[in-house]
């Protein structure tokens, strides 16, 4: 897998909902992550799908659908504090060892 | 849980010489420990895998000789950039996966700044 693809920027309003899509290589594929990454800070673990479908955690829904090598992370009730970089990742196995391969993220402004 | 450390948080050093940052797990044994590196506006790039008591396994293009990373425990993992330049400044970032797990958990990073 690799070659993630995301748009590079989005901007939404407060209390709105807003998808963030990704799509990705299918050969190689073993899972695919979301994190959430504020400027100047490290990325902290969001959602993990592996299967086809939507997974709901809160306010944060990730789907997935491995014949078309795409996922979306569907951000509900937008609060100011997501204004943020949200990075898909892609899971392989490589060198040994199961790794990430990140795309370049999705910058969420979120205005009033 | 699954809290991973860094230190230092920044570090400002001057070409040529060499900087140390370490990455801990505290409360899991990390198997595996990761290391990218990220430049303004760009994504994480992984630099090297590393499992405890075992050599680091490098990505292409990243120089094992320059980047020295030691995983000597299951719950620390370190980084030595050697002979620093100026275009070694980036934010560094360590990441820790348990066994069994897909998940990795980040570190807050290290900023670098080489003068």
């Known amino acids: 897998g690799q070659n993630i693809d995301q748009p590079t920027e989005m901007t939404a309003t407060e209390g709105a909902i807003v998808q963030i899509n990704c799509t990705y290589q299918?050969?190689?594929?073993?899972?695919l992550f979301w994190y959430q990454q504020h400027a100047g800070e490290a990325p902290t673990f969001l959602s993990y799908?592996?299967?086809?479908g939507l997974e709901e955690k809160g306010r944060f829904s990730s789907f997935l659908s491995r014949s078309k090598g795409y996922s979306y992370l569907l951000l509900k009730e937008l609060q100011m504090k997501d204004s943020a970089s949200y990075l898909c990742a892609e899971g392989y196995s490589g060198a040994g060892s199961y790794q990430l391969t990140f795309g370049k993220g999705t910058k969420l402004s979120v205005i009033p | 849980g699954a809290v991973v450390s860094q230190h230092p948080s920044w570090v400002i050093c001057k070409s040529g010489t060499s900087v140390k940052i370490e990455c801990r797990s505290l409360?899991?044994?990390?198997?595996?420990m990761f290391w990218y590196r990220q430049f303004p506006k760009q994504s994480l790039m992984l630099m090297a895998t590393?499992?405890?008591?075992?050599?680091?396994?490098?990505e292409q293009g990243v120089e094992k000789d320059k980047f020295l990373i030691n995983h000597a425990s299951l719950t620390l993992s370190t980084l030595t950039v050697t002979s620093a330049h100026p275009e070694d400044s980036s934010f560094y970032i360590c990441?820790?996966?348990?066994?069994?797990?897909?998940?990795?958990?980040f570190g807050p990073g290290t900023r670098l700044t080489v003068t």
């Open positions: 990441s820790a996966r348990g066994s069994g797990t897909y998940e990795q958990y």
């Open positions: 299918t050969s190689g594929f073993n899972g």
């Open positions: 590393s499992n405890e008591g075992s050599k680091a396994t490098y």
């Open positions: 799908n592996v299967l086809d």
């Open positions: 409360d899991f044994q990390a198997t595996t």
